[in-house]
């Protein structure tokens, strides 16, 4: 392992005004995607979408760092030849890999889930690395609800994520670590704030166990967010206030940076959170977004299939990153998505 590498790696993935796009779908959620835009979910029309959005310079040139691909996508090419991963290194970008293999019911523990795929990834990650990926991604859910999360269902996630974090870097690839408290609950931020800390707190516990160097990898957590069916929805300022609060206390510094996931928030939503963040500076590590939804829903609508739509879809992808790198550097305001629409 060469931690230089990986290190140069990490921080540019977090370089302050680009952010990651999360482009990873599985094949059963960019059907759905798909189905809302009336676009039947094809292997050409996934690729077709693809490279609309690697194809738009303006975004993936000044606003994102690196792209989470999906399998299939990883080994796809454009429609002259070009390897869809030539693609988004030509942009300036970084080519990363989506490793896990979903989830599986966690023994013993109803409603709950563990994050499976640890077999043969050491194998999986050198055929990735041979084609371009310099980093990869991995998910583990943890679910907020009556009784759970168990401490059986953290710790087995953490300990999966730092597994595969551990091979990642034997692998020379830098390990994107994905613990996400889910806000689909009716719990309140108070509540997310306790079970994230307690999950971040036994993950890179066991990251030390599992000899993972801290400066080469990204995290990316969720934010401390009221549930989506909590009566009380914190404010943007209350977000970023205990989100901030709660990445001090339990992400060492030696973390290059940290880069959220969108988790269900609206398009609005989420850069607003993130600009508020960067208000409450210095930060010790870099702070960024690497959102899915959050990036590709406008594009996605204005594109709907349509050849004749490109430059639409395009553009509404550049304005979408456009309004995450100024966040990712507190230059947001809310008058800007005024103007654009």
């Not at 806000?183 to 079970?195: K, L, P």
């Not at 992808?317 to 629409?341: D, I, P, T, V, Y």
């Amino acid at each position: 392992m060469n931690l230089t590498e990986l290190n140069v790696v990490a921080t540019a993935m977090v370089a302050s005004g680009k952010g990651i796009l999360a482009a990873d779908e599985s094949s059963g959620t960019i059907k759905k995607r798909f189905d809302a835009i009336g676009v039947e979910s094809t292997e050409a029309n996934r690729r077709d979408y693809r490279e609309m959005l690697f194809r738009s310079r303006e975004a993936m040139s000044q606003y994102i760092s690196g792209v989470i691909l999906y399998d299939e996508t990883i080994w796809q090419n454009a429609a002259d030849g070009t390897p869809l991963v030539k693609l988004i290194e030509q942009s300036g970008a970084i080519p990363g890999i989506k490793v896990d293999e979903g989830t599986q019911g966690l023994p013993m523990c109803p409603g709950e889930l563990v994050t499976v795929g640890l077999d043969k990834l050491a194998e999986r990650l050198r055929k990735y690395y041979e084609r371009g990926a310099r980093f990869a991604k991995w998910r583990a859910v943890i679910d907020i609800g009556s009784g759970i999360p168990s401490m059986t269902a953290i710790s087995v996630n953490a300990h999966a994520l730092a597994r595969y974090a551990a091979l990642c870097q034997a692998a020379q690839i830098v390990p994107i670590v994905e613990p996400e408290v889910l806000m689909d609950g009716d719990h309140d931020i108070d509540r997310c704030h306790e079970v994230t800390s307690r999950v971040l707190n036994k993950t890179f516990q066991e990251l030390r166990v599992q000899r993972v160097a801290l400066e080469g990898m990204v995290l990316k957590p969720n934010m401390a967010i009221s549930g989506k069916k909590c009566a009380r929805q914190a404010s943007v300022e209350e977000v970023a206030e205990k989100t901030i609060r709660l990445l001090k206390a339990c992400v060492p510094a030696a973390v290059p940076g940290i880069a959220f996931l969108s988790g269900g928030q609206s398009d609005e939503e989420a850069t607003a959170h993130l600009n508020a963040m960067h208000k409450l500076g210095p930060l010790p590590w870099g702070l960024t977004f690497s959102y899915g939804r959050a990036l590709q829903a406008a594009p996605q609508k204005a594109w709907s299939g349509r050849p004749e739509n490109v430059t639409a879809g395009q553009n509404a992808f550049s304005h979408r990153a456009r309004m995450n790198g100024l966040a990712s550097r507190g230059e947001w305001q809310s008058s800007l998505e005024k103007k654009a629409a």
